[in-house]
């Protein structure tokens, strides 16, 4: 389903402290990567012909999977393109993607995504996994072939940048899905609820003389879509929630036996509709910025498994969009090389999670939902790793980014944690400013 370039390294990584939620491993110790593959997990490991990555005091984990990134190829290349997306991906600790197919043209045919999936061979500096849409041309009516989509390559499913508006047919593709094997994930919207919407409905929105966009718009469909889930016994994945309402219809779900899953924004998890008062057009997504009462819910219901994973919904835009008056900028932010560090920063560091739970919810969470492999740090495994500095602080500038658009919410902040280096597929991707490293002994 991934597609993107191989090769196989040979390092050592040396006295990180080495951790793993789901394998069980935290500790200080030296990883040595054969040819791709992790072959020892130890103390004062050989080093020979290797190359060798000093990492006292910095931590090692899984690398990270972004299940839901915007590459805007094809279409708008001037915005993303493959290698710049994946360059991004793995200066932010990522060893895979899946990018969405709202592109131009839609991925809803074969011959696009077998395109796509060669380009990503030749272009991609980490494994993408391409969507294909629900329906085609993404309107909602008729249903693409998913059959031949999912045996050309398709990695799921989804029509997200738009809802599937009709109950009936996202009922079918629910039932038609079940013999692809590949998940369904869902844009809850309702349009007749959130058009002229602009940010949340509420008291930021009425005070900026917005227009809202309430959290209905998005609950009542995540309630219809987890209902038609339970008809059909086939499982769906929500996208990008924001609101406390949403949650709640999906832990009625979880205790009723719904195969449903979720996923969380490290901007909705991190802000709050407070943020629009500068009426920056960074500060402008689809779903909006809610209150602290549903950020709350959210973390609340990461903490506790709920929401399976960790999404930057990676959105890139060219400047001139966005540097507009506020209602007249597209929704959408960019987000795969500071989603680590603005969760370390405004999360970990002040108490509310744990680095483990934030680690894991980046990595083992989205390879779970989406049937991939977990990246893990285990003798045999390929190498899928980051390697990330806790204690290094950076400010978030435009001209730093690898992607082609700066349209960050993050922009002149300045955050703690950096990822130092980053091992996808068994190739070292991505290597950070000031790594010490030596050769291995000939």
């Known amino acids: 389903m991934l597609a993107g370039r191989s090769g196989a390294d040979n390092i050592v990584v040396r006295g990180a402290r080495v951790l793993d939620v789901v394998e069980g491993i935290d500790a200080t110790l030296d990883v040595r990567i054969d040819n791709g593959i992790i072959a020892r997990i130890g103390e004062n490991l050989d080093s020979n012909q290797h190359r060798v990555i000093d ?6 984990a899984p690398a990270f999977i ?25 200066a932010g600790g990522y060893c895979a993607i899946l990018a969405v197919p709202n592109t131009d043209p839609v991925v809803d045919d ?8 060669a380009r990503a ?4 500096c980490v494994p993408v996994g391409f969507f294909a849409a629900i329906t085609k041309g993404q309107d909602g009516e008729e249903l693409t072939e998913m059959g031949a989509l999912a045996d050309a390559g398709a990695a799921a499913f989804t029509d997200d940048g738009r809802p599937v508006a009709s109950a009936g047919v996202m009922r079918r593709a629910l039932q038609y899905n079940a013999v692809t094997g590949r998940a369904i994930a869902v844009h809850c919207e309702e349009a007749s609820l959130t058009r002229g919407g602009h940010a949340h409905a509420g008291v930021v929105a009425a005070e900026l003389g917005l227009g809202g966009w309430p959290s209905l718009g998005e609950s009542l469909m995540v309630g219809r879509d987890v209902d038609l889930a339970a008809e059909t016994g086939q499982p769906v994945h929500l996208m990008h929630l924001s609101a406390r309402e949403s949650v709640e219809h999906l832990r009625r779900a979880h205790a009723a036996g719904v195969r449903a899953s979720a996923e969380a924004t490290p901007h909705h998890l991190c802000l709050t509709d407070e943020a629009i008062r500068t009426l920056d057009a960074n500060m402008k997504m689809n779903p909006p910025l809610r209150t602290e009462d549903d950020r709350a819910a959210l973390i609340d219901a990461l903490r506790d498994g709920t929401i399976g994973a960790i999404a930057t919904d990676h959105a890139p835009h060219a400047p001139e969009e966005k540097d507009v008056p506020f209602e007249a900028a597209p929704f959408g932010v960019t987000g795969l090389e500071t989603a680590f560090a603005a969760l370390f920063t405004y999360l ?3 108490g509310v999670l744990s680095l483990e739970t934030v680690l894991e919810r980046l990595s083992a969470g989205p390879a779970a939902i989406f049937g991939l492999d977990r990246p893990r740090i285990a003798v045999g495994a390929p190498a899928n790793l980051t390697l990330i500095d806790t204690e290094s602080t950076w400010r978030v500038k435009a001209d730093g980014f690898r992607s082609r658009s700066a349209n960050s919410w993050l922009l002149g902040k300045r955050l703690r944690g950096r990822i130092a280096l980053t091992v996808a597929a068994g190739r070292v991707v991505f290597t950070g400013a000031g790594v010490p490293e030596r050769a291995g002994a000939q």
Do not use: N, Q, W
């Open 121 to 124: 061979d030749v272009e991609a």
């Open 55 to 60: 990492a006292a005091g910095s931590t090692l």
């Open 348 to 350: 970990v560091e002040p």
């Open 110 to 117: 074969a011959e696009v995504l077998r395109s796509l999936r």
């Open 66 to 90: 972004d299940p839901h990134v915007h590459l805007r190829t094809p279409g708008r290349e001037d915005e993303e393109t493959i290698a710049s997306g994946t360059a991004a991906a793995a």
